[in-house]
């Protein structure tokens, strides 16, 4: 699918879902909508409101993201993410499914894949529940992380054995 059908998918989704809630298309939604599109990863609704006014140039309430978040959930054209205890979003449509490896302690997400993993998700068949999409996150430390604890450690071991002589 061409990013001009996708778009088009999109804004009848869109426009079903309002039509449904007897609710409007207003400039605020479409310029939302249309940010969420260009957006490629995970964002919070804070970032989505920065993104809107530092690359489009359009103000928008926090409200109004929250509100509308909301909406879009609705729609099937976002989905809420838990990452390590915070909510973050993504849009929902043309995600493939992804590993994500998630650093707690600088929250850095890096997105793989692995076959086998994915195969083995894919094979679960459970009763009265289908699988629309999946997401594995896998916590730990990232290279950067895990070198830094590696000095704090080596350097509270230097000083600990200075200190006992």
Known sequence: MDKSDEMTQINRTWSDYLHMHGLRNTPERRALLEAICLIDGLFTPESLSDYMRESRNFMVSRATVYNNLQHFIQAGLVRKVLMAGDIRYERAWNRKSCIRLVCTNCGTVTETSDDKVRR?????????FTMTGWTLNVYGLCGKCAAALKRRQKKMMNKNSIDKK
């Open 120 to 128: 083995q998700i894919e094979d679960l068949r459970k009763k009265r």
